[in-house]
């Protein structure tokens, strides 16, 4: 076990500052490369972290004291940089979702099961308190139906910016609502197939859809919706990563921070203090141990091959099948 964890950053916007923030927080834990395409996110990064910066992702890999990797970066630039991380044979924790299309993600899944490399995908969610009760509830239950939602106003904005161009982002479906579908997965298991509808109505400047209606199949029969919407103002963040599970005869509402129980005709709230991704990441490089690791690789592709099969449907009008 490394006294000191090495860390190295691919990525240095908003995201990858956040993780950079929490990472310092962890006893033991250092950052000491951060690489980014754009030169000044990355010197900004390297001044205020006290780390080396870089402008080419292979340069940070030749590091010979370097433990892990976060890659924080668009959609759109996934795979040379989890492959090259692979083939140095670090650990590496990816943001969501893990790649554009499966074709890369399945690249990037089998060269990790070859070097048996150790993987964790940001999905933060799995990691609440909130998401522990959830499951410890929902466990041995005949689960019947999960409602989510994930209403914003992220579409707002720069048009030109990569998260509003289809080809780059996947849409709200692929890069953001994938938060809302993975903790779905996380309560009832797999999604077998999806039905969607999109529309533009309001955001006329995009060409990504800014309403998603998609209907899901679990693998355990279990049936589920999901709404999204990116048009609203965008201070409003108050009916995103909401779902109101109903199992047995009983109903759940959670979000993030807390579930409501309705059961046995009566209603009460439930809060538990939950864990933190980065120290968790972290403990699991220096222990050499990815049991409290929520979501490796493999699992964040299928909670990303639900949001393609999704987008699949909204274009041809017909149901999908998930391909994970």
């Known amino acids: 076990m490394p006294d000191v ?95 554009l299309d499966l074709a890369t993600a399945k690249k990037v899944e089998k060269a990790i099961q070859a070097k048996k490399i150790m993987t964790c995908v940001g999905y933060q969610l799995r990691y609440t308190g909130a998401a522990d009760i959830a499951r410890e509830t929902l466990a041995g239950k005949e689960v019947g139906m999960v409602v989510g939602k994930y209403w914003c106003g992220t ?40 039905s969607a509808m999109q529309a533009s109505r309001v955001l006329h400047n995009i060409d990504c859809p800014d309403m998603n209606v998609v209907a899901m199949r679990f693998a355990s029969g279990a049936v589920g919706s999901l709404t999204t919407c990116w048009a609203l103002d965008a201070r409003d963040w108050a009916e995103a990563n909401i779902l109101d599970i109903l199992y047995d005869d009983k109903r759940m509402h959670w979000t993030s921070g807390k579930v409501v129980h309705a059961r046995d ?19 699991a490089v220096r222990a050499g141990d990815p049991s409290q690791i929520c979501s ?19 274009r041809t009008g017909k149901a999908a099948k998930v391909q994970a």
């Open 265 to 283: 005709g009566k209603t009460e709230e439930e809060t538990r203090p939950g864990k933190q991704i980065d120290a968790v990441f972290v403990e």
């Open 5 to 99: 964890v090495n860390v190295g950053f691919i990525g240095c916007g908003g995201n990858a500052r956040g993780h950079m923030a929490n990472v310092t927080k962890v006893p033991g834990a250092k950052i000491v490369g951060v690489c980014d395409v754009v030169p000044d996110l990355a010197q900004k990064a390297a001044k205020d972290f006290s780390a080396e910066a870089y402008t080419d992702h292979r340069k940070l890999l030749e590091r010979k004291d370097l433990h892990a990797i976060y890659i924080s970066i668009p959609v759109f630039a996934h795979g040379a940089p989890e492959l090259d991380t692979i083939e140095r044979g670090l650990p590496f924790l990816v943001e969501k979702p893990v790649a």
């Open 296 to 314: 490796d690789y493999s699992d964040g592709v299928k909670s990303m091959a639900i949001s393609i099969a999704a987008n699949e449907s909204g």
């Open 155 to 194: 579409g707002r904005g720069d048009a030109g910016r990569w998260l509003r161009q289809m080809a780059k982002s996947g849409g709200q479906l692929l890069e953001q609502a994938t938060h809302t579908i993975d903790m779905m997965r996380y309560l009832l298991g797999d999604v077998a197939e999806v």
